[in-house]
């Protein structure tokens, strides 16, 4: 029998019900703004649907062609409930969702398991939703692909570099990483303070802080990595709850982001 993390924020986050979640997914595939880059990695904020939504559709809609050619997700996310000082692996062999059970990739998972800030603790995972809200995105927009899932926690921008430059593969390989941005600030405080964070993403900076992004620490790491392979950011949508479904006194702020080959 597989040992797989069954969703922990079904009917929570996003519906529980496969059709539905299906419908919803596809729903804001198809409102998302199209754009054209053919992204190495992505940030995708992780609130409920309703809120944050429609600012990721506009990253997940980039996978759409790469159909078949992405074989590989490496998933990094904040954890906010159970604290690691490093990376943390799951320990199962597999996660499901309302759409059906995405396989790990074990040989990778075991690619990285002996660095120092790599741990399994399959308890920072189990109800986690940072890396759970992703994966209807994906398997609707890639069909098959193997996972790496990551639980960061206060990891070192070098060490989770470290983790990426092992599992960063050629275009098998997408790399995504799950963060929320402002939190609950009033609409026109947050809205400044996710435009300097978003300037900082694009300008490359590695010094970002949790109050600006909740997933600042596998943020950090994901732009080493790119000044290091030379990739080139792009800013898809920024927005925050007061644009989507929530009041405008406290807001949480939501940024889509694809990183390119340099042409």
Known sequence: MMNR?????????YPAEANILNRDVKHYLAEAQAF??????IICPHAGYIYS????????????PLRGQISRV???????????NGLALPGVEAFETPLGTISLDR???AAIADLPQVETLTAAHAQEHSLEVQLPFL???????????LAVGGATAEEV???????WGGDETLIVVSSDLSHYLPYQAGSNVDKATARAILDMRTDLVGEQACGAHPINGLLLAAKHHGLRPHLLDLRNSGDTAGDRDRVVGYGAFAFTEAQ
């Open 36 to 41: 054209t880059y053919r992204p190495k990695a």
């Open 53 to 64: 939504a429609p600012i990721a559709a506009s990253a997940y809609r980039l996978l759409e």
């Open 107 to 109: 040989e990778a998972m």
């Open 74 to 84: 490496v998933l990094l996310g904040p954890v906010h409930r159970v604290w690691v």
């Open 5 to 13: 993390r069954p969703p922990a924020v079904a009917g929570l986050f």
């Open 139 to 149: 398997q609707e927009t890639l069909g098959t692909f193997r996972l790496v899932p």
């Open 161 to 167: 570099a470290e983790v990426l430059e092992r599992l």
